[in-house]
């Protein structure tokens, strides 16, 4: 499990459920500019800026791989499905850019 740190603040850390549907990441607000994402329970596909994941598309993350994101339009345009039958669950931190 790779980390980064970055000069930020952490702003919020939720939880989100990622199932058959598309979804994205809630409680955006326009002052972040980053996020770590950490895949838990179940595989994942996700996209940006207009690819819209799918069974067959995007990139797959597994249970255990961290994602980071950084940039105001990557963050807005991410998009999140499962991998499989089986819903995950991905842990999250919205970050902004440290004061």
Known sequence: M???YSPRDAITTTKLAVGSTVVALSSL???HDMVLCTIETAPIR???GGLTPAATTGHRL???DTLTVEGYNQLY???MI???ATSAVVNYTLQF???
Request: hydrophobic share 25%.
């Open 82 to 84: 499962r991998d499989g």
């Open 46 to 48: 996700i996209g940006f």
């Open 77 to 79: 345009s991410l998009r």
């Open 97 to 99: 850019p440290q004061k």
């Open 62 to 64: 597994d249970v255990g």
């Open 29 to 31: 607000k326009n002052n």
């Open 2 to 4: 790779d980390f980064t």
